[in-house]
């Protein structure tokens, strides 16, 4: 059984940063493809980004590039997802995902966490 749970949201300024964590209970962590999704109130779920499995190759939506950086530690079989200069429009719950894949796009995810909740204030 797969595990993610993820943690680090919270409530900030626009223009404040978070770092979210996400960890994954799986012996395979270091082989799968791991991603970032949010959903905001009403709206479809989005990718935000993915990292490869040794963590060379990232992907990012064009919204969030330069802003939002996806890196991994496999020793701690934990993602994470650094955001800065976070703006109103960021609001959402932040999902992880993991899929044994090697494509970094938004579909193929195998698992889903629980979801952690980023709110940035105006």
């Known amino acids: 059984q797969v595990q993610l749970v993820e943690s680090g949201g919270g409530l900030v300024q626009a223009g404040g940063s978070l770092r979210l964590s996400c960890v994954a209970s799986?012996?395979?962590?270091?082989?799968?493809?791991m991603g970032w999704f949010r959903q905001a109130p009403g709206k479809e779920r989005e990718f935000v980004a993915a990292i490869s499995s040794s963590g060379s190759s990232t992907n990012y939506a064009d919204s969030v590039k330069g802003r939002f950086t996806v890196s991994r530690d496999n020793a701690k079989n934990t993602v994470y997802l650094q955001m800065i200069s976070l703006k109103p429009e960021d609001t959402a719950v932040y999902y992880c995902?993991?899929?044994?894949?090697?494509?970094?796009?938004?579909?193929?995810?195998?698992?889903w966490g629980q979801g952690t909740q980023v709110t940035v204030s105006s």
């Open positions: 799986v012996r395979s962590f270091s082989s799968a493809v």
């Open positions: 995902a993991a899929k044994w894949r090697r494509t970094l796009g938004a579909g193929g995810y195998d698992y």
